[in-house]
């Protein structure tokens, strides 16, 4: 009983829910189940945004490095501009002070290497944050739906389980 006690406390503990004002020990089990499912669609919607955001994030800080090409000296020098990821057409690179960058929807503007290096650089914070975030809420739900299975677990041990009181007859 001591250790049933305990598992129980922690289970109500670890579980967001009762924050909220929800009892999920209270609750039935097609509804914990359904709680569940819920909790792990929303884990793998979060999981594939967080996919998203690192590959933006990649995208911004290899644009960023990419800057450091961009020197005085390489002017003239033949470069490959990618048409597609995998479809390149030689140029020369006529003035490296300056260079396009993309803003998103098909919008594009001029900037000098520092401006374009500051607007890396935000969008790389900007990016990350977002990442963070996610990441954190991703966690919170983990945890939510942990409780939830150990809940349901524990609501099918004890529904499947005889009780004292049959034990005797």
């Known amino acids: 009983v001591g250790c049933e006690g305990r598992e129980h406390s922690t289970m109500a503990e670890a579980a967001p829910a009762e924050s909220k004002g929800l009892n999920i020990m209270q609750l039935p ?7 569940r499912q819920q909790l792990g669609n929303e884990l793998k919607m979060l999981s594939q945004a967080i996919q998203r955001l690192k590959v933006a994030q ?17 002017a003239g020098k033949p470069v490959l501009i990618p048409l ?6 030689p140029a020369q690179l ?13 919008y594009y ?3 000098a290497i ?3 290096r500051e607007f890396f650089d935000r969008k790389i914070k900007f990016v990350t944050k977002q990442l963070e975030d996610t ?4 966690r919170d739900k983990s945890t939510e739906k942990s409780a939830v299975e150990q809940v349901l677990q524990l609501r099918l041990q004890t ?11």
Do not use: C
Not at 62 to 71: C, F, R
């Open 29 to 35: 089990i097609q509804q914990l189940d359904g709680i």
């Open 58 to 74: 990649a995208k911004f800080v290899e644009a960023s490095s990419t800057l450091d090409i961009m020197k005085p000296d390489n």
């Open 84 to 89: 597609t990821e995998s479809l390149y057409v």
């Open 94 to 106: 006529e003035d490296p002070s300056k260079v396009m960058v993309d803003l998103g929807t098909g």
């Open 109 to 111: 503007i001029e900037k």
């Open 114 to 116: 520092p401006e374009a």
């Open 135 to 138: 990441q954190k809420v991703a």
């Open 159 to 169: 529904q499947g389980a005889p009780t004292a009181a049959s034990a005797e007859e």
